[in-house]
Nanobody
């Protein structure tokens, strides 16, 4: 099983960026996908989540009102659309997938987002 996160890069404050997480190696029905981030010198924090089957989303404080999580079931891909980026959004962004039944959990390798002010 592999989660491949991509789409990070250098962007100016106020601009947008879309991250992708391509999942492969098994079916992901009944999985919950998470986006998390870890800023330099800080602990990893959750950004939000989406149920792969139904597309229901939840957001944590950093993401509310600016970030949107979506998925394309046909492409086994989860997205994080980030708008109105701020310097404090600079972090390595990770995707993970956790089964809602059973004990399966997988992690991607992270993609770096740098927001210049």
């Amino acid at each position: 099983v592999q989660l491949q996160a991509s789409g990070g890069g250098l962007v100016q404050a106020g601009n947008s960026l879309r991250l992708s997480c391509v999942a492969s190696g098994r079916t992901f029905d009944d999985f919950l996908f998470f986006w998390l981030r870890q800023a330099p010198g800080k602990e990893r924090e959750p950004v939000g989540s989406i149920t792969f089957t139904g597309g229901e989303t939840e957001y944590n404080n950093p993401a509310k009102d600016r970030f949107t999580i979506s998925r394309d079931k046909a492409k086994n891909t989860v997205f994080l659309q980030m708008n109105s980026l701020k310097a404090e959004d600079t972090a390595v962004y990770y995707c993970s997938a956790q089964s809602m039944v059973g004990q399966y959990k997988y992690w991607g390798q992270g993609t770096l987002v740098t927001v210049s002010s």
